[in-house]
């Protein structure tokens, strides 16, 4: 299963790599703090870490940045959030929902559900049920997203 969700991961940034990384993200003066981006430009994209991206990922496209500059980190922050950095994968789900996942590039939509499928897949085979049930819960938010 973890061949299964390392390609998934791959598919993520494969289809996402057309994303230019964006030259400034943009935060409300009040909510998003001098310096707070700079954790965002650290390191290359594959680098960086749930410290660098975890407050990013509260106030992704509400208070801090666009749709374009947060499909950039996606593939980033599904990663982190299913290999136990700091990053809530119900918080990310949420964000795909709020910036309408399922209009942007069919190929974005595909590595999507292709990686939702396989970590649906993963926590049934876990035989946890705490972690079926988060991951059923976060994923029940791409479900909800509208077609």
């Known amino acids: 299963m973890i061949a299964d969700l390392d390609a998934a991961i791959a598919g993520l940034y494969a289809a996402f790599a ?87 590039p069919a190929v974005e939509v595909a590595a999507i559900e292709r990686f939702a499928q396989t970590i649906e897949r993963a926590a049934q085979l876990s035989g946890s049920e705490l972690a079926e049930d988060d991951v059923r819960e976060a994923l029940s938010r791409l479900s909800d997203s509208t077609s």
């Open 18 to 104: 057309g994303r230019p990384r964006p030259a400034r993200v943009e935060g409300c003066p009040c909510c998003v703090g001098d310096g707070a981006e700079a954790g965002l430009h650290r390191a290359p994209l594959r680098e960086l870490t749930g410290d660098d991206l975890g407050r990013y990922s509260f106030k992704a496209m509400t208070t801090w940045g666009s749709v374009s500059d947060f499909a950039y980190f996606v593939p980033r922050l599904l990663e982190l959030a299913t290999r136990g950095a700091d990053i809530d994968l119900e918080v990310v789900t949420e964000k795909l929902r709020y910036g309408n996942w399922r209009t942007w």
